[in-house]
């Protein structure tokens, strides 16, 4: 099995922010089973700001850590500023990914920039 | 907290009593038995020993067991070997769906070389059809290559029905009995195969040492050049204390068989029904009564493999898994698509491999934890989400 830095097993253990939110500003999902990772991040949005994230994943470990990090991150953060989170930040902010898992955080980061999109299309229904 | 291993498919831990008879090879009978020497004729006599009990269990003569470094080489020598000796008899291989990548990657890289390789599909059990055997077999078919059972799903394929098909033509027939052998009865004449493939330590001997059965007038060239040994079929100063091990571990195996796989076989389906009883959307995976008595692959609908590992592993429970989201591909295992499951699926199920050591208690454990890990993770999944929002299951 893949070894894990202890940031990446605790956050898998104890995941951050599961589910989704009922009245989401923005949900995105990105992935795909035939990879065997699906991730699907929600977000509430006020004043341009993040106040509240959530994530739902079928994944292995790192897929599952990534998602509980990347909602920790971009929680309290602007848009603008989320939207810099690359997904080298998140894997760094593990303490590393095996190389093989790389993929995982690059999942993260495109959720989070399809619920960005989600948002947005939804403000200028409004 | 105690571990439990459940992953003796993978590889099994050496027996004490294998190791006993192995360490004196080590020390006091080191000689080379390719010498002329006393030290040498001791170490040989012990590898002919070695050698006539492999062959006995199998109903085999002694010299048609060529003792090799494990299943790769075994399976590399039968393929390559068979091909190259029989190229100009023609270039047409058959092989399954499902094989070990130690032939399926000796079969790819043959086709490379010119060969001609049919790839039979199995069914939703994994099981071969002797008739599809038969009807893919032409004038150039020179190899029929059919693993005897299954290394995830634990499928026991009928080898015999497909021996006969290939002795009817003398097309030379190998079976990887890799994962049978030791846990279910294997005679070569029985099964009718001119190749067969075994290693060590996958039933309690050593890593690093296995065999290929070589039927008697079955044509093969050598993988490996260099000194006489072994008749000249592999090169390379024997690993005796390996030799003497493998034939400790198959006579301990053999005895205790008839005993051990139907105690393994209890376990087995206690094991099975627990854990579908106790979660929802779990399948078993492989035939319902033709399979290994140590073999149980489950579908966990919804979740993927390498989380449910690492939370069995949180328990100390060792188990594999056919997701292969470690792999570069990404692909999950090729023998969970073949008998037909989606990729979700496919990379949601776990191989729990039973073996020796394994007791009541294990099994009630992994039964007790599972349930709880599957919840935990479905709770996690926008599949699982997805399904029952979709009242597809509502519970």
Redesign the interface.
């Known amino acids: 099995m893949e070894s894990y830095s202890d940031k990446v097993m605790d956050h898998f253990r104890k995941p951050r922010n599961v589910g989704a939110i009922d009245d989401a500003d923005g949900v995105g999902k990105e992935g795909n089973p035939m990879c065997g990772d699906i991730m699907e991040l929600s977000i509430k949005v006020k004043d341009d700001t993040i106040i509240d994230a959530k994530f739902r994943t079928f994944g292995c470990g790192a897929a599952i850590a990534t998602s509980s990090m990347i909602t920790e991150m971009i929680k309290g953060k602007s848009i603008q500023d989320a939207l810099k989170i690359s997904n080298r930040a998140v894997a760094e902010a593990l303490d590393g990914l095996p190389a093989k898992k790389m993929h995982c955080s690059v999942l993260a980061a495109d959720a989070l920039k399809k619920a960005v999109d989600d948002y947005r299309e939804h403000r200028k229904a409004l | 907290m105690k571990r439990i291993y459940l992953d003796y498919a993978a590889t099994t831990p050496a027996d004490p009593r294998v190791i006993d008879e192995m360490l004196p090879f080590f020390t006091e009978h080191f000689g080379n038995p390719s010498s002329v020497h006393s030290f040498g004729q001791e170490t040989k006599s012990a590898v002919e020993a070695a050698r006539e009990t492999v062959s006995g269990l199998l109903g085999a003569a002694p010299d048609e067991i060529v003792f090799v470094s494990g299943a790769t080489e075994a399976n590399n020598t039968a393929l390559k070997g068979t091909a190259f000796a029989k190229r100009d008899k023609g270039n047409h291989i058959i092989t399954s769906a499902i094989e070990h990548h130690s032939v399926s990657e000796t079969v790819a890289a043959l086709k490379k070389e010119g060969f001609r390789i049919t790839n039979l599909p199995v069914d939703r059990y994994g099981m071969v059809d002797p008739d599809d055997v038969k009807k893919a077999i032409d004038e150039k078919t020179i190899l029929i290559s059919i693993m005897h059972a299954n290394n995830e799903i634990g499928t026991i394929q009928p080898i015999a029905e497909i021996g006969k098909i290939a002795r009817e033509r003398s097309i030379t027939f190998h079976t990887d009995a890799v994962q049978s052998l030791g846990h279910i009865p294997v005679n070569v004449d029985d099964l009718d195969v001119d190749l067969l493939s075994g290693s060590s330590h996958k039933f309690y001997g050593p890593k690093g040492v296995g065999f290929l059965y070589v039927r008697k007038g079955t044509k093969l060239t050598a993988l490996l050049f260099g000194g006489d040994q072994e008749k000249r079929r592999r090169a390379g100063t024997h690993n005796t204390p390996g030799i003497v091990g493998t034939a400790a571990a198959a006579r301990i195996a053999h005895e205790s068989m008839a005993e051990e796989s139907v105690r393994e076989a209890v376990l087995r389906d206690r094991l099975i029904k627990g854990i579908t009883g106790a979660v929802q959307d779990a399948s078993l995976n492989g035939h319902p009564t033709m399979r290994l008595p140590n073999n149980a692959n489950i579908s966990f609908h919804?979740?993927?493999?390498?989380?449910i590992?690492?939370s069995l592993?949180?328990e100390g429970i060792a188990a594999s898994s056919g997701?292969?989201?470690?792999?570069?591909t990404?692909?999950?295992s090729h023998v969970l698509l073949a008998i037909g499951l989606?990729?979700?699926v496919a990379?949601g199920s776990i191989r729990f491999s039973l073996g020796r050591w394994t007791t009541d208690e294990d099994v009630a454990r992994v039964i007790e934890v599972l349930p709880g890990i599957v919840s935990r993770l479905r709770?996690?999944?926008?599949?699982?989400?997805e399904r029952t929002s979709h009242g597809i299951v509502q519970r």
């Open positions: 919804f979740i993927e493999g390498e989380s590992l690492l592993d949180m997701s292969a989201c470690t792999s570069s990404l692909e999950p989606s990729h979700e990379h709770v996690m999944s926008p599949l699982f989400a």
